[in-house]
């Protein structure tokens, strides 16, 4: 009994310790998906999800923040961070994500994700292909949905929370 009542004090003392932490971001997900509406390539759907840290925004201006995870499927290929021609980043318009920045210069086709310069809804794919045949295409995102696992970690600790607050009362 002395070893659990000591895990549980030595618990909540590290839960209140980093309550008194200053707050910081959390890792942002975002899911996106499109079809091609122009070119040679007119009718492709593409899809893909992206990864970033935003603690560093100012919330002021345009920003761009390097990303930390990116995949993406278009014909049948995958495509990662390792991939890009350039640094991939996410875009922002005063604290509002706006898309992402990512290109890839080798293969076929070569492609562009570009982000919204004002508004997420203008972000958009653009392509050209070896043969010279370009298009652009739309591109919509969506915030990710937690995984199974990161909902059943959250459950446990509000659980572990709930009976600590019953212990106390």
Same mark, same amino acid.
């Given at each position: 009994?002395?070893?659990?009542?000591?895990?549980?004090?030595?618990?909540?003392?590290?839960?209140?310790?980093?309550?008194?932490?200053?707050?910081?971001?959390?890792?942002?997900?975002? =899911?996106?998906?499109?079809?091609?509406?122009?070119?040679?390539?007119?009718?492709?759907?593409?899809?893909?999800?992206?990864?970033?840290?935003?603690?560093?925004?100012?919330?002021?201006?345009?920003?761009?923040?390097?990303?930390?995870?990116?995949?993406?499927?278009?014909?049948?290929?995958?495509?990662?961070?390792?991939?890009?021609?350039?640094?991939?980043?996410?875009?922002?318009? =005063?604290?509002?994500?706006?898309?992402?920045?990512?290109?890839?210069?080798?293969?076929?086709?070569?492609?562009?994700?570009?982000?919204?310069?004002?508004?997420?809804?203008?972000?958009?794919?653009?392509? =050209?292909?070896?043969?010279?045949?370009?298009?652009?295409?739309?591109?919509?995102?969506?915030?990710?949905?937690?995984?199974?696992?990161?909902?059943?970690?959250?459950?446990?600790?509000?659980?572990?929370?709930?009976?600590?607050?019953?212990?106390?009362?």
């Amino acid at each position: 009994m002395n070893m659990l009542r000591t895990t549980v004090l030595a618990a909540a003392s590290a839960i209140t310790l980093l309550a008194a932490l200053p707050a910081q971001a959390a890792i942002q997900n975002w =899911d996106f998906s499109g079809q091609f509406d122009s070119g040679a390539l007119i009718g492709a759907a593409y899809s893909g999800r992206v990864a970033f840290d935003d603690a560093a925004l100012t919330g002021v201006g345009h920003e761009w923040l390097l990303l930390d995870s990116f995949s993406f499927t278009l014909l049948g290929q995958h495509y990662a961070l390792a991939d890009a021609a350039a640094p991939a980043e996410a875009a922002f318009v =005063d604290g509002r994500f706006v898309g992402v920045g990512y290109s890839v210069a080798s293969g076929d086709p070569l492609f562009s994700l570009v982000a919204g310069y004002e508004q997420i809804g203008e972000a958009f794919v653009a392509y =050209d292909t070896v043969a010279g045949l370009s298009g652009a295409g739309s591109l919509a995102f969506t915030p990710a949905v937690p995984e199974p696992g990161s909902w059943a970690l959250m459950a446990g600790g509000l659980a572990l929370l709930a009976g600590m607050a019953r212990r106390r009362a």
